[in-house]
């Protein structure tokens, strides 16, 4: 219309979050009808209680406009909300190099071949613990949160000093590592799938953090294999993929539209988002996924002193982590695909312009080079979908990315501004990673909500 406007035909192409910004604000729009030399100016809200499409239409008679002052207005905020966000997820990585650098430097004075006894002395402690009927709820969470430390430590430290040899010398010198290391995680499963009192375990282990042992890894790992579990709850006795049938219409279908662009909205279903059908996870899997829940960020290992004392961002060297942790897995040790790809796709965000990682870059060369490829599901349980992108995500990855963001927004020990409660971050969450920005699973969150709520009460 003029330099003072700008229209909603032009916002269509703008960040998502404008225009759920311009609802909420409730601002007021020119409607501008040239055919019938109609004006008139009416409020946003009301037209879209009319018609919630009516901005999204090609051919209209009528043409809309809104204050151009009041998008850079919002822009603005948008971009600051992006940054505060950004800092929180990356402060929260910094500092767990710099925590746990001193436990790093003083394992790496010892012997790879005590390492790997203590490693073994680990494996041994779970299988006791799995054994003894008498052992207590506190040993227990011990053990778990212990075992599964060391073992984190283990693996960076050696990967870290393998990063110098041959593919083939590193595979050779970190195998024994690699195998204790299933075994471990694949025991401490086992201890967590017959925990009967989640409650108190979850609530322990967030008490826990407070202190020098828990750091973010275990939490992660601990967390995330619990979700599983209560994901494959769901799915058996709660009925979680009739429920989800019957609500998918209603309330998925749109907010998965945007993307899966090649497939109608009136025609996608919940097997379009859950590749072949949502359905559990496998026990031989759920192992799998834990040892990449366990691993996820061991791609870190590089900057650890690189960090310290470094109070800047800088995006690059935050983003390089997804992929190296993701080389070093797949080139270094001889950890399954499955697992480097839990580490190296934990930042992908269903390709949104602020995640990172080498899917994306791949997909870009692929539509440089004009080769076909068509997403026909959002997430798939098979990994060969994702290297021939007909998918947009690997499950456990899904699993992974909420609770990742979730601890990093509630972690107690943060030194960059305060923490969040469970509440104030899921609704943090729900905002900025669901609605504004199409980030993590909507159906997968809803399902952590709930898990939430069943493992301590939200405060
Ligand atoms: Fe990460
Ligand atoms: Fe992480």
């Keep these: 219309m003029n330099s003072t406007t700008i229209s909603m035909e032009k916002v269509r192409t703008l960040d998502e979050r404008i225009f759920q910004e311009l609802l909420r604000l409730n601002c007021s729009l020119l409607c ?86 203590a490693l073994r002395e680990t494996l041994a402690r779970i299988n006791r613990l799995i054994g003894s009927r008498s052992s207590s709820e506190q040993e227990k969470r011990d053990v778990l949160v212990e075992a599964s430390y060391y073992a984190w430590l283990v693996n960076k430290i050696t990967l870290d000093e393998v990063s110098g040899l041959s593919d083939r010398d590193a595979r050779s010198a970190t195998g024994e590592v690699a195998r204790l290391t299933e075994n471990i995680v694949g025991a401490l499963t086992d201890v967590l799938s017959e925990d009967d009192a989640p409650y108190t375990f979850m609530h322990s282990l967030m008490d826990k953090s407070n202190g020098s042992t828990v750091r973010h890894m275990v939490r992660t790992f601990l967390m995330a294999h619990r979700f599983v579990l209560f994901f494959n ?46 359905r559990p996870v496998g026990q031989q899997e759920l192992k799998i996924y834990s040892a990449g829940f366990l691993l996820h960020d061991i791609g870190k ?111 107690p020990v943060r030194t960059y501004k305060s923490y969040m409660g469970t509440a104030q971050a899921l609704k943090f969450i729900r905002t900025e990673f669901i609605d504004n920005n199409k980030k993590l699973d909507i159906i997968l969150f809803d399902l952590f909500v709930r898990f939430m709520a069943s493992e301590r009460p939200v405060v």
């Design 233 to 278: 709850r769901q799915m058996n006795d709660e009925g979680l993929a009739s429920r989800l049938r019957v609500d998918f219409s209603g309330k998925y279908r749109k907010w998965y539209a945007s993307l899966l662009p090649d497939i109608p909205e009136s025609s996608l279903t919940l097997e379009h988002v859950f590749k072949g059908g949502i």
């Design 32 to 117: 501008i009808n040239e055919a019938r030399g109609k004006k008139r100016t009416i409020s946003l809200r009301a037209l879209y209680d009319n018609d919630r499409e009516f901005w999204l239409r090609e051919s209209s008679d009528w043409t809309y406009y809104v204050d151009s002052h009041l998008i850079s207005h919002i822009d603005e905020g948008l971009q600051a909300v992006d940054l505060e966000l950004e800092k929180r997820l990356t402060v929260n990585e910094e500092s767990i190099e710099a925590k746990i650098s001193g436990e790093y430097s003083h394992l790496k004075d010892i012997p790879p071949g005590e390492r790997i006894n």
């Design 301 to 411: 290992q590089r900057y650890i002193s690189y960090f310290e004392g470094d109070e800047s961002y800088d995006g690059r060297k935050v983003e390089a982590h997804a992929k190296t942790g993701y080389r070093m897995l797949l080139q270094k040790s001889v950890y399954s695909r499955k697992i480097a790809a839990i580490a190296g796709f934990h930042h992908e965000y269903y390709g949104h312009k602020s995640g990172y990682g080498y899917y994306r870059e791949l997909k870009a060369l692929m539509e440089l080079d004009q080769r076909a490829h068509r997403h026909d599901s959002c997430i798939s349980y098979n990994l060969e979908d994702l290297n021939r992108f007909a998918t947009l995500a690997y499950l456990p990855v899904k699993f992974l990315e909420i609770v990742d963001v979730f601890d990093a927004v509630t972690d």
